[in-house]
């Protein structure tokens, strides 16, 4: 796969080289050995009725979510993630097909991963964990349900405090990955079906 022979130039010639560096990085991480075992990294996934990503935390029910998207936090920010409350070291499991971006350690959201979905335009957040899956790294595909870390209270998350905050960013670039615009996980996690029959 050679895609330098098309006469491309400017914005569209960079966009296509990046995205076949990302495919071609996709592709070398797929002939390696998985990070989990395969008995972790399929079958485990639960999706909610109506919901359109898989529950991030193994043994969550979608009745346990609270919708803390819009609370307030300190210095004047607004949440825009849901923190889900988990026992520590519950399983952290991807809720969505994807690729590992970055892996962050440090500042308020203590040990992180940054997930780019298939799409190449979502950005799965995920903070105040207490460690990553074994063989974890940046570039690794990874399959939704796989299990990529464990809840934790790193961060500012408060000791003792364990759970996972999580966010999803639409990336218009993916380029930029940091400036994406935030949307609410929350019904994406609980569901839809409760709230179809409101107003009826
Ligand atoms: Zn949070």
């Known amino acids: 796969m050679h895609p330098s022979h098309r006469p491309l130039s400017g914005r569209l010639g960079r966009a296509a080289a990046l995205c076949a560096a990302l495919f071609l990085a ?23 009725p109506g919901a359109s990503l898989a529950m991030p935390v193994r043994g969550i029910r979608p009745e346990q979510l609270r919708d803390t998207y819009s609370d307030p936090r300190s210095g004047g920010r607004v949440h825009h993630a849901i923190d889900i409350m988990a026992p520590r070291g519950a399983p952290v499991l991807a809720a969505a097909d994807g690729t590992i971006l970055k892996l ?61 905050h999580f966010s999803v960013s639409r990336l218009a670039d993916p380029r ?14 609980a569901g839809v079906a409760s709230r179809s029959r409101e107003g009826r």
């Open 104 to 164: 962050r350690t440090g500042g308020l959201g203590g040990i992180t991963i940054y997930q780019l979905g298939a799409d190449g335009r979502t950005l799965y957040y995920y903070a105040h964990l207490q460690r990553y899956a074994a063989g974890l790294r940046e570039g690794l595909p990874i399959a939704r349900g796989q299990v990529v870390a464990y809840v934790g209270d790193t961060g500012n998350a408060g000791a003792g405090n364990y759970h996972l």
């Open 26 to 48: 996709a592709c070398a991480g797929r002939a390696e050995a998985p990070a989990t075992s395969p008995s972790s990294a399929h079958g485990t996934a639960y999706v909610a």
């Open 176 to 189: 930029r990955w940091w400036e994406g615009e935030n949307v609410n996980p929350y019904p994406m996690l």
